[in-house]
């Protein structure tokens, strides 16, 4: 319904504006012709556009934040208007904070407020924003800091067999030395000493 409402009110105004563009040309000589004339039948055809993009695309306010739109508001900017609610539905963010910026700071000069802001939003340059996400920081990827319990390592040691490995810290020889003896033992067929680091305090968990 409302994009009906928006295509006929987007054609009458579009009518409204030619009419009166006629009559100007029929009644007016040219030098006659002032530029409020023509203004007032530009904001018809500006008018006749957004209802016409409206009817296409409603326009939403939804994913404007309610601090903003309180904002526009504050410095009159009308919400509902319909050439308003188009503009602001389509350009950034940054684009809708900086030209509301740009009127709070110039208040008292800027009278038609309205009007400033549908010409000045579209030349205001796209800003990145912060991020809305919450900030994460290293220690929130961090590992549980408490050490696992005594008697867990201790299950943990009996199910994989652990306690079997036996502890050389004092073993000499080089890489290859040890090397040379494994494959010695396994031409033998001589059981081969499975070797390890590992030291109770040392498990990992």
Request: glycine content about 4%; charged content about 30%; hydrophobic content about 40%.
């Given at each position: 319904?409302?994009?009906?409402?928006s295509?006929?009110?987007?054609?009458?105004?579009?009518q409204?504006?030619?009419?009166?563009?006629?009559?100007?040309?029929?009644?007016?000589?040219?030098?006659?012709?002032?530029?409020q004339?023509?203004?007032?039948?530009?904001?018809?055809?500006?008018?006749?556009?957004?209802n016409?993009?409206a009817?296409?695309?409603?326009?939403?306010?939804d994913?404007?934040?309610?601090d903003v739109l309180?904002?526009?508001e504050?410095?009159g900017?009308p919400?509902?208007?319909?050439?308003v609610?188009?503009?602001?539905?389509?350009h950034?963010l940054?684009?809708?904070?900086?030209?509301?910026t740009?009127?709070d700071?110039r208040?008292e000069?800027?009278?038609?407020r309205?009007?400033?802001?549908?010409?000045r939003?579209?030349d205001?340059?796209?800003?990145k924003?912060?991020?809305?996400?919450p900030?994460m920081t290293a220690?929130d990827f961090s590992g549980?800091?408490e050490?696992t319990?005594k008697e867990?390592?201790d299950?943990?040691?009996?199910?994989?067999?652990?306690n079997s490995l036996?502890h050389k810290?004092?073993?000499?020889?080089s890489?290859f030395e040890?090397?040379?003896?494994?494959?010695q033992?396994?031409?033998?067929?001589?059981p081969?000493?499975v070797?390890?680091e590992w030291?109770?305090?040392?498990?990992p968990?």
């Amino acid at each position: 319904m409302m994009k009906e409402d928006s295509l006929f009110t987007a054609i009458n105004l579009s009518q409204t504006a030619t009419d009166q563009l006629q009559s100007l040309v029929k009644s007016l000589p040219p030098e006659k012709i002032t530029p409020q004339l023509i203004a007032e039948i530009e904001t018809l055809l500006n008018q006749a556009l957004a209802n016409l993009k409206a009817a296409i695309n409603p326009p939403s306010l939804d994913g404007i934040p309610p601090d903003v739109l309180s904002d526009a508001e504050r410095l009159g900017i009308p919400l509902d208007d319909i050439e308003v609610r188009v503009a602001m539905s389509s350009h950034h963010l940054s684009q809708i904070i900086g030209v509301l910026t740009e009127i709070d700071n110039r208040a008292e000069v800027i009278k038609r407020r309205r009007e400033y802001f549908l010409v000045r939003l579209p030349d205001i340059a796209v800003e990145k924003l912060g991020s809305r996400l919450p900030v994460m920081t290293a220690r929130d990827f961090s590992g549980p800091s408490e050490q696992t319990p005594k008697e867990v390592r201790d299950a943990l040691r009996a199910k994989y067999n652990l306690n079997s490995l036996k502890h050389k810290r004092g073993a000499s020889g080089s890489l290859f030395e040890k090397i040379k003896q494994a494959k010695q033992a396994l031409e033998g067929n001589e059981p081969v000493e499975v070797l390890s680091e590992w030291e109770d305090d040392d498990l990992p968990f």
